[in-house]
């Protein structure tokens, strides 16, 4: 935890001075390496890892509909807060059709 809180504030330090770095740092799955790793040692079942897993490759991609109002901001003339709540509500659709995607899946 105290890595990843420590990851986290130094992107969000870096931000100001260097955005392109800060957002490759962020973008690094080092959250979904790090649980996976402790979901193995904690549980040391590996079918349960390789769920969370899977879970995790379909749920990368869709988390990106966060960014989707950003992408359009300029074109839909959305200021950040819209962007924002717009993102978010997003996830909420994204959560739907990851759960549905999951349970496809097995």
Same mark, same amino acid.
């Given at each position: 935890?105290?890595?990843a809180a420590s990851v986290i504030g130094y992107a969000s330090? $870096?931000?100001d001075k260097k955005p392109v770095l800060a957002g490759f740092i962020v973008a690094l799955p080092l959250v979904s390496i790090l649980a996976l790793l402790f979901s193995y040692i904690e549980h040391k079942d590996s079918q349960v890892s390789i769920t969370f897993a899977k879970s995790i490759i379909f749920g990368v991609p869709i988390?990106? $509909?966060f960014f989707l109002p950003f992408l359009l901001a300029d074109r839909l003339h959305l200021v950040f807060w819209q962007s924002y709540?717009?993102?978010l509500?997003?996830?909420v659709v994204g959560y739907f059709l990851h759960r549905t995607i999951m349970i496809?899946?097995?």
């Open positions: 935890m105290l890595l330090w $870096l931000s988390s990106y $509909l709540v717009s993102g509500l997003l996830l496809a899946i097995g």
